[in-house]
């Protein structure tokens, strides 16, 4: 069991470190196209796609999270998994769940971190560099 969270968190490390390289390609490429003078037209041309993509489904909202089965208690959710297991798996699951947030903070640092360097390097017009 500890060897299968310590693969998804190896896992969730790397998709929030694949998430912070996304995010540096999508500023670099709107600094370009800033620099250029061709934002306002990437915008026109992306808006319709963004309101699109940000319509509701057909069917309504979808909430996202587990379902709540009826148990004796009426419509109470049924407290299952945990009840009995020893305090070292809780101990696990917390220390995963710090180190996730370690992770998430030091991505959003290197990320902001990122940004800057680019905003000098790329952002500004060959005559007004530091």
């Known amino acids: 069991m500890e060897t299968y969270l310590n ?8 998709i929030v470190g694949g998430l912070v390289v996304l995010a ?8 370009a196209l800033k620099r250029r003078g061709r934002l ?6 992306a808006a319709p796609a963004v309101r ?17 089965h009826p148990g004796r208690d009426g419509g109470r959710p049924v407290v299952t998994a945990l009840a009995g297991q020893a305090s070292d798996l809780l101990e696990h699951l917390l220390l995963d769940r710090i180190i996730k947030i370690a992770i998430v903070l030091a991505a959003l640092g290197v990320l902001a971190v990122g940004m800057r360097l680019l905003w000098r390097r790329v952002g500004q017009p060959k005559g007004e560099r530091e």
């Open 40 to 45: 306002d037209d990437a915008r026109r041309y």
């Open 52 to 68: 699109a993509g940000c319509a509701r489904p057909p069917g309504g909202s979808r909430t996202v999270g587990a379902a709540v």
């Open 7 to 14: 693969l998804m968190l190896v896992r969730f490390g790397v």
């Open 24 to 31: 540096l390609l999508v500023f670099v490429v709107a600094l």
